[in-house]
């Protein structure tokens, strides 16, 4: 379509400017005839004529012999006539003199003429502005002319006739057919010839295309095994290629997961059954929300055994080491040496870190959260920022800020939701070797209330980030882990979760998320 109209366009323009050129070149070659023709004629002898117009006599015999010259000399097609100057009723101009070649017209000497509206703009403008013109094609009861005017003046300048000279316009149209046929000859030869060879092109280009459709429907239909031809290095059959690569994957990866299907115990998946596109989905999805399942019921057991051996440790170990506590700090209220007292120090300070993790596992061995309370998140943000700026300044460089973008109540603990703020600031602060910024922002999202803890340290890589919270995992260089793995427990207890982002080099975000306080109708 685009090509036919392309054609059609391009055939139309060529038809209208060679029309346009043929009916120019009319034209001037009448203009010439008349303007050479009018320097010919003598006004006096047209006087003559006019004076007995409407009598035979030499002067009209004369002139018309000579316009019969106009034809014989110039071209058959020509005729001429000479046309007094004045304008009758009924736009009528009288003929003095005619060339013979209008016998067969009924039109000839001392008769008035019924001029068109194209004719006499010709013969005015020429009789007005003593100057040769010439009309457009203008048909008339005898036929179809191309005119021209040329003024024929007396010695004073004054215009005395006007002669015409006349074209035929049909050999135009004879002309004008001729090139048309021409014009749709090859216009339907080029439609011909660029038909077939697209469609030679787009049946060789569609082909590749064909056979990545039907490619499509086959593993649609769950057959991963398609094979599409390579028909040549051609992009769409590079394409087939890559399709061939993407089959063989598939087919690769739902092998796999109907083993798995399998193996999960899903038994209306028989041995050699391929699996459809959809049911294959489904299939991954399940076996996504089976190994979710799997991984919380051991993340539970893990937890449970963790919690099982804090019990043990603390209450096997915890005593004895109070005792050893209680006899170092005797010791270290006697007089010694300065050397014995920072040793004595030394064994104390690592004393209370031992306890301190003693006591991170027994946080894990808490059944519940205990009592919970309506807490003000602003309150408490504010308590735990004020706690650590001491710690911030005096360790490192560090800024703190706080923003409270709205009040927020929430149902927690509020013991252990500050002890799960106090240890993810304190990461954040010993995260920052080199100073930085800490801020803490208290807002609401959808049913939980926010504390966002953003810090500009060291940040951590995607797989730093997935292993964080599991039990002794520490990027710390004395950290066990521990202290966060509570922190996790202790949100999830109140409902709530922790999310994390981060980017190595730039900083980490922690949104501890507790459900907002709701107040019960009565």
Request: net charge negative; glycine share 6%.
């Amino acid at each position: 379509m685009i090509t036919t109209i392309v054609v059609v366009s391009i055939m139309g323009t060529s038809f209208y400017l060679q029309s346009k050129q043929l009916k120019d070149q009319m034209a001037d070659k009448v203009e010439d005839v008349a303007g050479i023709w009018s320097s010919t004629i003598d006004p006096d002898e047209i006087k003559k004529a006019d004076y007995l117009r409407n009598e035979t006599n030499p002067s009209s015999e004369r002139l018309e012999k000579l316009l019969t010259m106009v034809g014989e000399k110039s071209a058959s097609f020509l005729g001429a006539y000479i046309l007094l100057p004045e304008e009758y009723q009924h736009q009528k101009v009288y003929v003095l003199a005619a060339s013979d070649i209008y016998t067969d017209y009924s039109f000839g000497s001392r008769m008035y003429y019924d001029a068109s509206e194209e004719f006499l703009l010709g013969f005015r403008a020429t009789r007005d502005k003593k100057k040769v013109t010439s009309t457009d094609i203008f048909s008339d009861q005898y036929g179809s002319w191309v005119s021209s005017f040329a003024p024929i003046l007396d010695n004073d300048g004054n215009v005395v006739a006007v002669l015409g000279i006349d074209a035929k316009a049909t050999i135009i149209r004879q002309n004008q057919m001729e090139i048309l046929f021409l014009l749709i000859v090859q216009m339907a030869a080029i439609l011909v010839a660029v038909y077939i060879i697209l469609n030679w092109g787009l049946k060789k280009v569609m082909k590749p295309m064909d056979d990545l459709f039907y490619g499509i429907k086959e593993i649609s239909s769950g057959n991963f095994s398609v094979h599409l031809p390579v028909r040549d290095q051609s992009e769409l059959s590079i394409l087939s290629e890559k399709f061939n690569e993407m089959a063989a994957q598939l087919s690769q990866l739902f092998k796999s997961v109907s083993a798995a299907s399998r193996e999960l115990g899903q038994s209306s998946i028989k041995e050699n059954e391929s699996l459809l596109l959809e049911e294959a989905i489904n299939t991954i999805e399940d076996i996504f929300e089976r190994t979710k399942l799997q991984q919380e019921l051991q993340r539970a057991e893990k937890m449970n055994a963790i919690g099982q051996l804090a019990a043990s440790v603390a209450h096997e170990i915890r005593n004895p080491m109070t005792v050893v506590k209680g006899f170092l700090q005797i010791f270290l209220a006697k007089k010694m040496s300065e050397e014995e007292q920072t040793y004595l120090k030394l064994m104390i300070d690592e004393l209370n870190r031992a306890e301190t993790i003693i006591n991170d596992y027994l946080s894990l061995a808490k059944p519940d959260v205990g009592k919970l309370e309506i807490i003000e998140g602003k309150e408490l943000a504010e308590q735990v920022m004020d706690l650590m700026s001491s710690y911030a300044m005096m360790s490192k460089n560090i800024s703190l800020h706080t923003q409270i973008n709205e009040p927020v109540k929430i149902k927690g603990n509020k013991s252990e939701l500050k002890q799960v703020l106090i240890n993810i600031l304190k990461n954040g602060i010993e995260a920052m070797d080199d100073g930085g910024r800490l801020c803490m922002t208290v807002e609401k999202q959808g049913e939980y209330g926010v504390f966002m803890i953003e810090d500009t340290g060291i940040g951590m890589t995607a797989e730093e980030l997935s292993r964080l919270g599991t039990a002794f995992y520490s990027l710390k260089e004395r950290g066990t882990g521990m202290g966060l793995m509570v922190c996790y427990q202790i949100v999830e207890r109140m409902k709530g979760q922790i999310k994390v982002t981060s980017s190595k080099g730039e900083g980490t975000t922690f949104e501890i998320m507790v459900p907002i306080y709701t107040e019960s109708p009565e």
